[in-house]
């Protein structure tokens, strides 16, 4: 099957320009071919074309808690948002945490899910072994603070040992367990949503997150820092020693404390949100690279669950339907480029988790590409969610620039507003002697 895209502004790697791209079954077989024959044509003009945006960061609950998502409407969800390439938490029930719980999953997603997918293994303090033996996975989950579910690893020599006998990338959710407790008790558990900002403050995420940045530099080990939400993780962030990566998530950009008072549980969420200035801070490391990674750190929950008062009510809200949406906004707001976009959502995502073929529109490339309208101007809205739990944050926001067709592995899935239903994801591939974002400029 041959599809030629034709008279799109294509970022390519090199900068953006009018090209014609040929995809032949998977592949991305030539960029400017001339005149060839394919089987279907399409006219992009005037639309940009972006690769596929890889979310490094989702929950999508299956096995075990899928009346919150499964992997048929998470990977939906995806399609929509221009995700084509996900990879997934482990805390699922049962817990991701062996290499058959691991292959379980990858095969459940092969079966099911509309986009390509990668899964997580979860570090316990005591399953040092199959962490090891891990291979088909982007690298190692360790919550070093406690979130939704049971998976916490909290002792040192428990830490210690992961970072020293294990080579695959460890990425951490980092909230200081203590700190987190003492804050609670403090607090007496808190009443109000807003209280979750000061239970989980500034001081756990950063105590946490240095603890780890250490550990990784003691031990030499790649690192990548899940959902910075303070001004003081970015600036640790300017030391990199080649191992160390992060991520910032939309909700800890265009949310802070003051949201609370609107949105209520919908913003409660873990890291927390913060303040305006870590918003402004976490921003200006976008821009100057100390902060590569954009990823969503998609969590649904219900929205029975959420309305529970506080302390019940659980953390996580749902973005992959609109956490593009969202940066081009923000490009035609004027505050940063297509091109930057492009490389925290696309670019520098496959580089850390040493992604083979994927990130860029380039031949021999993998046709996982989305197609946007740069001037189209939609409202976010409740009921037209397609996640399973049928809500955003961003309820009644109007975004400028949205994706409207995405294609995975050469295929057709969603085509403005339609879902090709019958299209499957495939495996990721990683090639982690590519030695992560630092040691890849090119391959
Ligand atoms: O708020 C959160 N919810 N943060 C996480 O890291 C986990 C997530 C979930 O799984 O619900």
């Not at 394919?38 to 960061?57: C, E, K, M, N």
């Not at 690298?139 to 006998?165: M, P, R």
């Not at 927390?272 to 976490?282: C, L, M, P, Q, V």
């Not at 189209?376 to 067709?405: C, F, M, N, Y």
């Amino acid at each position: 099957m041959r599809t030629l895209i034709q008279h799109a502004h294509c970022v390519l790697p090199d900068g953006t320009r009018e090209a014609d791209i040929l995809i032949e079954d998977h592949r991305i077989e030539a960029i400017d071919p001339g005149a060839v024959r394919a089987d279907v044509t399409f006219d992009a003009s005037g639309r940009y074309l972006i690769p596929g945006v890889i979310d490094d960061q989702v929950h999508f609950r299956e096995p075990g808690l899928t009346h919150k998502e499964d992997l048929a409407t998470g990977s939906r969800a995806c399609a929509k948002g221009g995700i084509t390439t996900y990879f997934e938490m482990p805390n699922t029930k049962p817990t991701t945490t062996t290499v058959e719980r691991l292959r379980e999953k990858l095969q459940l997603a092969s079966t099911k899910s509309l986009v390509n997918y990668g899964f997580y293994i979860g570090a316990t303090p005591d399953n040092v072994k199959e962490l090891k033996k891990a291979t088909r996975t982007p690298g190692i989950k360790i919550f070093i603070g406690s979130s939704t579910g049971n998976l916490l690893v909290d002792e040192q020599a428990a830490l210690e040992s992961i970072f020293a006998e294990t080579t695959l990338p460890i990425c951490a959710h980092c909230e200081d367990e203590a700190t987190v407790r003492e804050n609670s008790e403090r607090l007496d558990g808190g009443t109000e949503y807003a209280d979750h900002s000061r239970i989980r403050d500034h001081k756990a995420a950063v105590i946490a997150t240095l603890r780890s940045l250490q550990l990784a530099v003691r031990h030499s080990h790649r690192f990548h820092v899940l959902h910075v939400s303070t001004a003081q993780e970015a600036r640790l962030l300017s030391e990199n020693y080649g191992l160390i990566t992060a991520e910032a998530c939309p909700h800890h950009l265009f949310f802070n404390v003051n949201d609370y008072e609107r949105l209520g549980s919908r913003v409660q969420m873990n890291p927390s949100i913060k303040t305006a200035d870590d918003n402004a801070e976490i921003w200006r490391a976008l821009l100057d690279g100390r902060i590569p990674v954009i990823a969503t750190d998609h969590a649904p929950h219900t929205l029975e669950e959420k309305d529970q008062p506080y302390p019940k009510s659980p953390s996580g809200l749902p973005a992959v339907e609109n956490s593009l949406a969202l940066m081009l906004n923000q490009v035609n707001e004027g505050r940063c480029t297509l091109e930057q976009v492009v490389g925290w959502m696309c670019d520098a995502p496959a580089r850390v988790w040493d992604v083979v073929g994927k990130g860029r529109i380039q031949e021999g490339y993998d046709a996982d590409l989305v197609l946007i309208d740069l001037e189209a101007s939609r409202t976010i809205r409740d009921e037209e969610q397609v996640t399973k739990t049928k809500w955003s944050p961003w309820h009644g926001q109007t975004l400028k620039g949205w994706s409207t067709h995405t294609w995975v592995m050469g295929q057709l899935v969603f085509e403005d507003g339609t879902f090709h239903e019958e299209v499957r994801g495939s495996e990721a591939k990683f090639d982690h002697d590519r030695g992560g974002f630092w040691a890849s400029t090119e391959d």
